[in-house]
């Protein structure tokens, strides 16, 4: 069976955090995935651009659309953020006035879109098309005995009429990875709760103390690690945590890992071609776990 998707990276994987693009590529090329980057595409507007000008952004994100749709496959994403603007914007556009009108104004860069793909996050591809069978069968460093808390984000889950792939009140998918993975999910009801990143520029001390008292919560529930599908949590969860820590004046020191290095540790990649050397929270303690299958001493 074949399995090729065009690439769409959005803006941080290739910038602030290269260690989920990298990880995202060691992945594909183990599970024998393959990946056409879209190299021309632009940034999804993150929600950000759309709140003062939507057509714009649905414009951006037609012609992002359009560039898959040229290679005939779906689009596959490896940011929960990218995964809901653009999954808003497909949804939109299956209406034939709002598209013809969009593509009028892409049609020197990019366009037409004609509306027959689907944007899909590296979640979605492990669960329905690779299928999680699949995935268990390649697993070759089962992390067995590994407490991994699930941290979802918002735009991978809501709106759900726009995404429709998880119950965005109580999801289930990252938990089945995580088993997969041979790994034991932690319950917490932070794992569907904001990270806190869309207002750390205006309100830091409130965005840290989210951050803080999600992974506290996480760490009290027993997580040896957090997980997320999106970059821009994984940015306030783990560059941001000495400012959570110094708000909740206490020591987190919590491993926060992109889901493709999770995926790799159990593939049996080595964790330099993961990128884990790039996180801000040493992972040692994490990988030393994952190495001897869980085992605490």
């Known amino acids: 069976m074949s399995f090729k998707y065009a690439y769409y990276t959005g803006c941080?994987?290739?910038?602030?955090?290269?260690?989920?693009?990298?990880?995202?590529?060691?992945?594909?090329?183990?599970?024998?995935?393959?990946?056409?980057?879209?190299?021309?595409?632009?940034?999804?507007?993150?929600?950000?651009?759309?709140?003062?000008?939507?057509?714009?952004?649905?414009?951006?994100?037609?012609?992002?659309?359009?560039?898959?749709?040229?290679?005939?496959?779906?689009?596959?994403?490896?940011?929960?953020?990218?995964?809901?603007?653009?999954?808003?914007?497909n949804h939109d556009l299956k209406g034939d006035d709002l598209r013809g009108r969009i593509n009028e104004v892409i049609s020197d860069s990019g366009g037409p879109y004609g509306g027959t793909i689907q944007p899909k996050h590296l979640l979605w591809v492990l669960i329905q098309d690779y299928g999680i069978k699949r995935l268990e069968e390649r697993i070759k460093n089962p992390l067995t005995g590994l407490r991994v808390g699930p941290f979802y984000g918002c735009y991978i889950l809501r709106p759900s009429e726009y995404l429709g792939f998880d119950d965005p009140y109580n999801p289930k998918s990252l938990e089945q990875v995580i088993r997969a993975l041979g790994a034991q999910p932690v319950d917490y009801s932070g794992r569907t709760k904001c990270c806190g990143f869309p207002i750390v520029l205006e309100q830091e001390s409130s965005a840290m103390r989210m951050v803080g008292t999600n992974l506290l919560e996480a760490m009290d529930k027993g997580?040896?690690?957090?997980?997320?599908?999106?970059?821009?949590?994984?940015?306030?969860?783990?560059?941001?945590?000495?400012?959570?820590?110094?708000?909740?004046?206490?020591?987190?020191?919590?491993?926060?890992?992109?889901?493709?290095?999770?995926?790799?540790?159990?593939?049996?990649?080595?964790?330099?071609?993961?990128?884990?050397?790039?996180?801000?929270?040493?992972?040692?303690?994490?990988?030393?776990?994952?190495?001897?299958?869980?085992?605490?001493?």
């Open 223 to 297: 997580a040896d690690c957090l997980v997320t599908p999106c970059p821009l949590c994984h940015m306030n969860l783990d560059i941001y945590q000495g400012r959570a820590e110094k708000e909740m004046d206490r020591k987190i020191g919590l491993p926060i890992l992109h889901l493709p290095q999770l995926v790799g540790l159990a593939l049996g990649i080595e964790p330099r071609e993961l990128g884990l050397e790039k996180n801000m929270v040493d992972t040692g303690r994490l990988l030393e776990l994952a190495s001897r299958g869980g085992v605490r001493v």
């Open 12 to 89: 941080a994987a290739k910038g602030v955090c290269p260690e989920l693009h990298q990880s995202t590529l060691a992945v594909a090329r183990a599970l024998g995935i393959e990946l056409v980057e879209l190299k021309s595409a632009s940034c999804c507007g993150a929600g950000v651009i759309g709140e003062l000008e939507y057509e714009t952004q649905l414009a951006m994100n037609a012609r992002n659309l359009a560039l898959a749709e040229r290679m005939g496959t779906d689009m596959l994403t490896v940011c929960g953020t990218c995964q809901g603007v653009l999954s808003r914007a």
